[in-house]
């Protein structure tokens, strides 16, 4: 587990374990999925076969956003006092996340960036990357570092801001959290991103699993899409590639299908998801 780097600036505000119940009453399970995207991030809850997306209620004040976006950019560079165009920003320049608006006048950097400097990538993964240059140059600075922690630390509270008081009035608890990656991201990501969503939501690091980006895309298809994807072809093999805006992942499943009964269709992943680290 990785060492933590400073104390973080916001935290959630304290609420009952998510994992308690109280009372007499039995909580359900609950699953909470985040994805945090290059531009977006999303999170959803899903407990007795019912599931949710959480929305973002400050939505209408991003920019080409959707109600379930909640934003991923990080301010971690404020080293002067003026923006780019001779703005004062003082008033924000203590802001690292802000769920409510985008700041266009401040340089950001998306949050999934930041893990290449937390996790201490290596320079043969580093050379993928080019935008993540200027993070990962200055990644020995303490001071530096720890700006880069506790805006994750924001952004993460904030999700679990939303969700909590959804889990607590549904009377559920997490008994599980599920986290998409990009393939090519290694175990020092993964226990990167363990210790920061263990220490925000409070749950165990041991019920927190992790899925790459393209897996979890072709899973919610087969689950909510499968009418749509040709159920009476011959083909027993689809390749799902997602281009996203970080990177570009991609997985193939086989498909076992039943017809008489296309609705017991059933799915298998092949081989490993696949992204661009192994295709050059």
């Not at 203590?94 to 937390?118: H, I, M, T």
């Not at 298809?221 to 281009?243: G, T, V």
């Amino acid at each position: 587990m990785p060492k933590k780097i400073g104390k973080p600036q916001y935290r959630a505000a304290r609420r009952p374990h998510p994992g308690r119940t109280t009372g007499t009453t039995v909580s359900s399970p609950c699953c909470v999925g985040i994805d945090i995207g290059s531009h977006r991030s999303r999170l959803c809850l899903s407990a007795n076969g019912s599931e949710i997306i959480v929305e973002n209620k400050h939505q209408h004040n991003l920019d080409n956003s959707y109600p379930g976006d909640f934003p991923s950019s990080l301010y971690v560079f404020d080293d002067d006092d003026n923006d780019s165009a001779g703005n004062d920003r003082s008033a924000h320049a203590g802001v690292l996340y802000s769920v409510e608006r985008d700041y266009p006048e401040r340089l950001s950097v998306s949050a999934k960036y930041v893990f290449y400097a937390l996790a201490d990538a290596s320079d043969t993964l580093l050379l993928q990357y080019p935008l993540v240059r200027d993070i990962v140059d200055r990644k020995h600075d303490p001071k530096f570092k720890a700006r880069l922690r506790n805006a994750m630390v924001a952004l993460l509270s904030v999700l679990r801001e939303r969700a909590m008081p959804i889990i607590l009035n549904k009377n559920w608890h997490i008994a599980k959290v599920g986290l998409t990656i990009p393939v090519q991201w290694t175990l020092e990501f993964e226990d990167v991103y363990r210790d920061l969503v263990s220490e925000v939501f409070e749950v165990n690091p041991n019920i927190i699993y992790f899925f790459t980006e393209t897996e979890a895309l072709a899973r919610y298809l087969f689950k909510h899409h499968a009418s749509e994807m040709d159920p009476n072809e011959e083909y027993n093999a689809i390749m799902f590639i997602d281009f996203g805006g970080h990177n570009m992942n991609g997985c193939v499943f086989g498909v076992a299908r039943d017809p008489e009964n296309p609705e017991c269709n059933s799915f298998y992943r092949v081989g490993r998801a696949f992204g661009e680290d192994n295709l050059t």
